[in-house]
Structure formats: structure tokens, C-alpha cells
């Protein structure tokens, strides 16, 4: 059974950086497309960026485009999110995921129960 344990939200100004880390047990995360949703207030959760198995390929959402790096660390079987430039609209919970292809939520198999991001104008 594959679990995942999201860590590193908090509460940050504008303007200001956070690195969210997942963690990964029962299954390598090379056997996985890996990806990161988020969930505001009274929205839809959405496609934030994701990392192909071999790792080559890391497709991002526009609105984070430029500000927001995903990568793996394959010792630790650790996925992380280093976002940075954050904006109070990136204001979520966020999700990390494990499945089989980038962008529909419907293709991921396994998530976490997600970690709380505030950034405050």
C-alpha cells in the first residue's frame, strides 16, 4: 500500500518562499508519475505540476510557471515542491499524488491528506 505524508506549509508574506516535501512509503516513486495539486477555499483542486518517472519531465501549471520547482530526491523517496515568489492567490492546501500521467486528477492513484499554505499580503 502506497502512502504519502506532504510536510513544509506554514504561513509566509508575499514575496516570500516555502519548500513542501512528500514522502513516500510502500512503493518507489520512480514507479510513478508524481504531482502536486492544490485546493483553495471554494474551488476546485488543480493541477499545480508533476514529474515523469524517469524524471525528465516536469510539466507546470501557467500560474506557477517560472516560480514553482518540482524535483525528487530517489535516496530519500521524497518529492518536493520548492515554491517561491508566492502570491496570497497560491494561498491552498496542497496535495501531492502518485499516478500514471500529468494532469488529470483522475489519473492519479494514491494522495496525501495535504499540507496548508497561507501567504499573507
Known amino acids: 500500500q502506497v502512502q504519502l505524508v506532504e510536510s513544509g506549509g506554514g504561513l509566509v508574506q508575499a514575496g516570500g518562499s516555502l519548500r513542501l516535501s512528500c514522502s513516500c512509503s510502500?512503493?518507489?516513486?520512480?514507479?510513478?508519475?508524481m504531482g502536486w495539486f492544490r485546493q483553495a477555499p471554494g474551488k476546485e483542486r488543480e493541477f499545480v505540476a508533476a514529474?515523469?518517472?524517469?524524471?525528465?519531465?516536469?510539466p507546470y501549471a501557467d500560474s506557477v510557471k517560472g516560480r514553482f520547482t518540482i524535483s525528487r530526491d530517489n535516496a530519500k523517496n521524497t518529492v518536493y515542491l520548492q515554491m517561491n515568489s508566492l502570491k496570497p492567490e497560491d494561498t491552498a492546501v496542497y496535495y501531492c499524488?502518485?499516478?500514471?500521467?500529468?494532469?488529470?486528477?483522475?489519473?492519479?492513484?494514491?494522495w496525501g491528506l495535504g499540507t496548508q499554505v497561507t501567504v499573507s499580503s
Open positions: 499524488a502518485a499516478g500514471v500521467d500529468y494532469y488529470a486528477r483522475s489519473s492519479y492513484y494514491y
Open positions: 514529474l515523469s518517472r524517469s524524471g525528465d519531465t516536469a
Open positions: 510502500g512503493r518507489t516513486i520512480s514507479s510513478y508519475v
